[in-house]
């Protein structure tokens, strides 16, 4: 059985650092491309950083890219997503999301996963 399970959100002021994990079961993460993505209510779900599956290649938007930072455990097989400088902005529910098929390529497309976390909410506010 897949299971992806997100923990280390909460709430911290700008300028802060949280950094949140991605614990799979049911998947080698390493084998596998993983995805990070944030979404709030009435907000398309945003491509945040993806590490590729083996050579671990990495991706992030533009507008985190400098702050945030995604690696992998392979002994843990959990992915984490390492957030410096938040804004206020970075406020949403994020995702971890794995692609099923062996040996991908990640993307920042949220269709290509196919099994998703149940979310770690990140406030970000003084």
């Known amino acids: 059985q897949v299971q992806l399970v997100e923990s280390g959100g909460g709430l911290v002021q700008p300028g802060g650092s949280l950094r949140v994990s991605c614990s799979a079961s049911?998947?080698?993460?390493?084998?596998?491309?993983i995805g990070w993505f944030r979404q709030s209510p009435g907000k398309e779900r945003e491509g945040v950083s993806c590490?590729?599956?083996?050579?671990?290649?990495?991706y992030y938007a533009e507008s985190v890219k400098g702050r945030f930072t995604i690696s992998r455990d392979n002994a843990k097989n959990t992915i984490y997503l390492q957030m410096n400088s938040l804004k206020p902005e970075d406020t949403e529910v994020y995702y971890c999301?794995?692609?099923?098929?062996?040996?991908?390529?990640?993307?920042?497309?949220?269709?290509?996963?196919?099994?998703w976390g149940q979310g770690s909410e990140v406030t970000v506010s003084s």
């Open positions: 590490i590729s599956s083996s050579t671990g290649s990495t």
């Open positions: 999301a794995i692609d099923s098929a062996y040996g991908s390529r990640c993307s920042l497309n949220f269709y290509e996963y196919d099994y």
């Open positions: 049911g998947f080698t993460l390493y084998y596998h491309a």
